[in-house]
């Protein structure tokens, strides 16, 4: 990283070199004066005197407009860009050090006002989409259980197999669809716990595997043995996992499918770190598309940061910052619900992490979640 003089010192020396220069002139000039031409010193060394002046001043001028004003004048237009509502618009890097510094900061600003905004956003949406979901739930709760009971009469007496076989499985799948909306708006009354992601990380892969989700599909771990605790609840932070991972299925069933976590310091500006052989010097820059995002973490703060990668297909860029919003699904009609991502993200924010998409290294999509560490 090159290292930027400050203003003043840049100031300093440029004035100070002209300040010199005019002496040195000056000086030569009376010397010739008075040697070639006695007598007329005191008008020539005034000419010069006064064109050093008017140097001074347009030189003065060029310094002042280059390194103070246009800096500030490039600020006064991020600003107004911010206040119109471009929370996108970043303040440029200066040739000093000091408006470099206050680029960074007015910067680091637009990024809390960005985070505080989808926080207040996400906020009202949980808590909208909490409500009428526990409604949907509840109103369709009661007739489902009774349509199931209507069934296995059916079934008893002598029904086609075929037909009670077909109304089960609608049935189970309006059932999984209210389990899901219940899951989502049932609030939390389980304190956190410390949690060791990789006991976590390998009970989740080891189930789908149990279960043959993962037949086709090559799954790897990639996960240290010294992680750090993280406060969450391990029964929840599975399921996640277990969300991310079938999610992962569906994009690749034939590909690979990554998990892994990496102990790691919380960076907004920076993905996740290299994983392990991994060469490219890659990093990109945080966009608002990684979303939700907390403010209360604070950069540099220690925790677990998870990855699961597939190498399917990705996600477009214009749906990134959607996939976690509820009922949202870029799955074909009847394969998924929507709420899955969405259950992923307030989970992790009920844990007081982050969750956001980003490419993965094996083509695909990249789900990652930072969990802060326990501190005791």
Do not use: C
């Amino acid at each position: 990283m090159t290292v930027k003089p400050s203003l003043r010192a840049v100031l300093l020396v440029q004035l100070a070199f002209l300040a010199a220069t005019a002496l040195i002139l000056g000086v030569a000039t009376s010397i010739l004066a008075s040697t070639f031409a006695p007598g007329a010193e005191f008008p020539l060394v005034l000419a010069i005197v006064a064109g050093d002046v008017v140097i001074f001043i347009a030189f003065g001028h060029y310094l002042v407009t280059r390194l103070v004003l246009k800096p500030l004048a490039e600020l006064h237009r991020v600003a107004d860009a911010v206040i119109h509502g471009n929370l996108d618009a970043r303040a440029p890097e200066a040739e000093t050090a000091d408006f470099t510094r206050l680029g960074e900061r007015f910067n680091r600003m637009t990024d809390h006002l960005l985070d505080a905004q989808s926080q207040l956003v996400r906020a009202e949406k949980l808590a909208t989409v909490g409500r009428l979901a526990a409604g949907i739930a509840h109103e369709v709760g009661n007739p489902l259980g009774g349509a199931s009971t209507y069934l296995e009469v059916l079934r008893r007496r002598g029904a086609e197999t075929e037909v009670v076989a077909a109304l089960r499985r609608e049935l189970d799948r309006i059932d999984k669809i209210v389990r899901s909306l219940l899951d989502y708006a049932r609030p939390r009354e389980e304190a956190l716990q410390p949690v060791d992601v990789a006991v976590v990380l390998t009970a989740a892969l080891d189930l789908l595997r149990a279960q043959g989700a993962l037949h086709t599909t090559r799954a790897e771990i990639d996960v240290p043995t010294a992680l750090p605790r993280v406060l969450g609840r391990a029964h929840e932070l599975e399921q996640a996992v277990v969300n991310l991972l079938l999610n992962g299925v569906d994009a690749a069933p034939h590909g690979i499918l990554l998990l892994g976590a990496r102990p790691w310091g919380y960076a907004p500006e920076r993905v996740i770190p290299r994983r392990a052989g991994d060469t490219s010097d890659a990093f990109f820059p945080r966009t608002p598309s990684r979303q939700p995002s907390r403010i209360e973490l604070e950069p540099g703060t220690p925790g677990v940061l998870i990855f699961v990668a597939d190498s399917g297909s990705g996600i477009p860029a214009a749906d990134r910052d959607k996939v976690f919003e509820p009922f949202y699904t870029t799955k074909d009609p009847g394969r998924g619900t929507g709420l899955g991502l969405a259950i992923v993200a307030r989970v992790v924010f009920e844990m007081g992490g982050v969750v956001w998409l980003e490419q993965a290294r094996e083509g695909g999509a990249a789900f990652k979640i930072f969990l802060p560490a326990a501190t005791s």
